[in-house]
């Protein structure tokens, strides 16, 4: 069996990840789906396996939060978000998650734990990844893809105005201020701005420093830095 293996799609479903698609046999999707639209296309004419995720609002209400179940022997168990993952796998093959748009592939403890990323909307200047499961006599083998794309790179501000932006960005949320009169006020691009709204508004509560790791800014520029926003701690 050929599986395709995507997530955090957030409204846009790309027509790299459909060719892909179309020559798998069936396809799991990790959450953040955003619109029915992609739940239709998806199903169309193969089975789907899929999630609901904490961007998929009331239009996804009989969307199962997690799933589990079996493919061509393998058993399969999915939630978007691993801080959901439960400690008792017994019988779990593979686990299949989403959410942090990071790709992740690692076999542990007699499981295969897969992000295959995020290959809708872009974040930041991130891959776009998604993943295909060749199985058979009970063995998987995994293919990471990377979506080609021509997203605009964002321009994310260095050093310690990064995290001065974020947070004036954050507090101009609060106000009401709009992505456009925030962006030439705080000297950041109109894109980096949407992008940094866009995860205060989908993670509630979530910090600067928060918002940092999952720009991965704090890795990059301090490497000794522990990324809190890791799939697997």
Known sequence: M????????????????????????????GGDINTQRIVDELSKDKPLYIVRGNNDKEWAEQIP?????????????????????????????VVVFGHSHKYLEERRDGHLFLNPGSCGKRRFNQDITMAVLETGNGEIQ??????????????????????????????????????????????CSPEFTEQVCRIIATHPGVTAEGILNKMEVNRIQNPSCKNPSADIQ
């Open 2 to 29: 050929r599986i395709a293996v995507l997530s955090d799609t957030h409204g846009l479903l790309r027509p790299e990840v459909m060719e892909i698609v179309n020559t798998c046999d069936a396809v799991l999707h």
């Open 65 to 93: 939060v997690s799933l589990r179940f079996e493919l061509d022997g393998i058993t399969f168990y999915m939630v978007h978000n691993k801080k959901e993952i439960p400690r008792n796998l017994t019988g779990v093959d």
């Open 142 to 187: 995994v293919k990471r893809i990377d979506i080609p794309h021509t997203d605009t790179p964002v321009k994310v501000p260095v050093g310690t105005d990064t995290r001065k932006a974020v947070e004036n960005i954050s507090r101009g949320m609060k106000k009401g201020e709009n992505i456009k009169d925030m962006a030439k006020k705080y000297g």
